[in-house]
């Protein structure tokens, strides 16, 4: 029987149940993928990270219940977390190699950690009438698209409302993602539609402000921003746009600890 320890971490927020929900396990050594496809099954976590300790920091890998996937942003927050809280880790930068995005850092300042993340450029595309369709709104000020689609919206109020019909987005292929201006404190507002996945809507995605952030930046002409994403629950976000990478800062609490019994 192999023992590995298990950590579920809220991520982007310090309250128990909200931000993000992510799980985290620290390897010494990568198991099969068939392995951590299967662990991540069982959590029925929207995404588990996994990593591995090496000379220069760790290797970091994210899995949804369906695969690997490029990014994580939360899960990141929470890995580093997982290693700053609890594996006594000595520096206040962590650093991560991964397989389809390069190298990432995390930085520690107080409570805050901050994802050092690239920027993704976003195109503007014509809507798809069932992207509209399943979000139940007929009209917005733009679609554009990266990884994610991503829908402009008029203001955070319509942002709130939208009530989607997830299962009707699947044939689209992609993850789909709201926005608009914040009001108040934030500078904007988003939610992230997750068809296929355990979780259908995701609380605070990191990742999407990869191109949320480039965007936003542009249109408020500005490079330093709080944003805010989610409905029942949810977190904030310091953002910076800095060149071709993003700085996305949050901080996380640890909701779980136990130990996960492989035979």
Request: a negative charge; proline letters at 5%; aromatic letters at 10%.
């Amino acid at each position: 029987m192999r023992q590995i320890d298990f950590y579920m971490i809220d991520a982007f927020t310090t309250s128990t149940f909200g931000g993000n929900a992510a799980a985290v396990c620290p390897l010494t050594e990568w198991l099969p993928d068939e392995t951590l496809l299967k662990m991540s099954k069982q959590h029925n976590q929207s995404e588990t990270a996994y990593f591995v300790p090496t000379e220069k920091g760790f290797e970091l890998r994210w899995f949804t219940t369906q695969g690997e996937i490029n990014l994580c942003g939360h899960a990141t927050l929470a890995a580093a977390h997982v290693i700053f809280e609890y594996l006594d880790y000595p520096d206040a930068v962590i650093h991560f190699d991964t397989r389809f995005v390069g190298p990432l850092t995390v930085t520690r300042n107080g409570e805050w950690l901050t994802l050092d993340f690239p920027a993704w450029k976003t195109e503007s595309v014509t809507p798809p009438s069932l992207l509209l369709e399943a979000l139940g709104i007929t009209e917005c000020k733009e679609v554009r698209v990266a990884r994610d689609y991503m829908v402009v919206l008029e203001n955070q109020r319509q942002v709130d409302a939208v009530r989607p019909d997830i299962n009707a987005m699947l044939p689209l292929g992609k993850m789909v993602c709201i926005t608009a201006p914040g009001e108040g404190e934030y500078d904007f507002v988003s939610r992230f539609f997750c068809p296929g996945e355990a979780v259908a809507e995701d609380p605070v995605t990191g990742s999407a402000h990869s191109m949320l952030i480039p965007y936003w930046a542009e249109k408020l002409k500005k490079t330093q921003m709080l944003a805010h994403q989610g409905a029942e629950r949810g977190g904030e976000l310091r953002c910076q746009q800095a060149g071709g990478r993003v700085c996305i800062g949050g901080k996380a609490t640890t909701y779980l600890v136990g130990k996960i019994q492989l035979r």
